[in-house]
């Protein structure tokens, strides 16, 4: 492990240096997720249907169809009575119908964070509340949260979408948010919104998931002073998209995402001291290891790893899968 820095000692020595983010890749939800699958297909036997990208990392999808998950889009692609894993970013009400009517067998891997929202969701509706949703159109996650309540959920993606919103009551409005946003960007849009309607009213706890908030805290620590930021992590991860942008606001004279370290531009590197690696919520760590190792070839040294929050979260795996596990031993003793 590489050697653990407080923030506030940063001063890198030496023509160049490699700062490396703590904590970083997979958070509890994902790990959760990938192990669900790993586990469903032990216990039944592949196939086992995944609707959706169980995580948002084309190499962790990739590893789990070489050992026989078969990703679907839509759960008509699923064999009716066939077993079907939903995704760490949720799935709406209506999509659970939909595997009820085709008797499918279904494992829910949605994060816990998530289903706290979609919980919200529901109260929130149950009350009559206008709910302004603050997220990216077309994201699974927005679409399983906007499906719990959709005749009282509105989309807000940018501050300027507040000036045109038009609610029933100004004095019901209630707001939630995608859980792998940029914090200070959600920040900005609640408080647009809170201008326009003062009695806004508020989660009751920051939706915008730990993980999210413990990795940009820890990419603006390692940006300040970087000539370069390598953010790892796939083009349809949210949260490592949004950490290009934290690093860039934070001061990074050059940011890039780059799926694993084939991706790198030798050209990045030129004139280039410092570089702070970092990595998405659904990042297997042997892809950073690429990383710092495409480094160390270039005459890189050994990368500090700067330490900014503890993370010990774990989540139980999904009780329908735990409950066929536990049957399973018995069976077998």
């Known amino acids: 492990m590489p050697p653990v820095l407080d923030p506030s000692s940063l001063d890198p020595a030496g023509d160049r240096s490699v700062l490396l983010a703590a904590p970083r890749g997979y958070c509890a939800g994902v790990d959760r997720a990938v192990i669900t699958v790993e586990k469903a297909l032990d216990l039944y036997g592949a196939p086992v249907y995944v609707r959706k990208q169980i995580v948002h990392n084309k190499h962790v999808v990739s590893n789990l169809e070489s050992r026989g998950a078969v990703f679907v889009e ?8 066939a077993t079907v894993v939903f995704s760490a970013h949720g799935v709406s009400p209506e999509v659970h119908h939909q595997a009820e009517q085709r008797s499918l067998k279904t494992i829910d891997a949605t ?12 109260r929130f509706a149950s009350d009559d509340y206008d709910i302004l949703l603050i997220g990216h159109a077309g994201h699974e ?7 719990e309540a959709p005749e009282h959920i509105i989309l807000v ?11 029933r009551d100004p004095g019901k409005v209630a707001w939630l948010s995608q859980t792998t946003l940029s914090v200070d960007e959600t920040m900005t849009i609640v ?17 915008i998931c730990y993980a999210t908030q413990n990795r ?4 603006k620590e390692i940006s300040r002073s970087a000539d370069l930021v390598i953010v ?27 799926d694993d370290a084939t991706e790198i531009d030798e050209a990045w590197l030129e004139g280039v001291g410092t570089v702070s690696v970092t990595s998405g919520a659904s990042v297997p760590e042997e ?25 010990s979260l774990i989540f139980a795996l999904p009780p329908e899968l735990r409950r066929d596990m536990r049957a399973a031993a018995q069976a077998s003793s």
């Open 74 to 81: 839509e759960l008509d692609e699923v064999p009716e009575g």
């Open 111 to 122: 994060c816990p964070l998530v289903t706290k929202v979609h919980h919200e969701a529901r």
């Open 141 to 147: 996650e927005v679409e399983g949260t906007a499906g």
């Open 157 to 167: 993606q940018t501050p300027e979408d507040v000036a045109t919103l038009e609610v």
């Open 191 to 207: 408080d647009a919104i809170r201008e326009r309607f003062p009695e806004l009213l508020d989660p009751p706890s920051d939706d």
């Open 216 to 219: 940009q805290m820890a990419i």
């Open 232 to 258: 790892v992590g796939s083009g349809n991860s949210s949260n490592s998209v949004r950490l290009v942008e934290v690093a860039l606001e934070a001061g990074a004279k050059a940011a890039y995402r780059v």
């Open 287 to 311: 892809l950073v290891d690429g990383v710092l190792a495409f480094l160390a070839e270039r005459g890189y040294p050994d990368a500090q790893a700067v330490h900014t929050a503890e993370e």
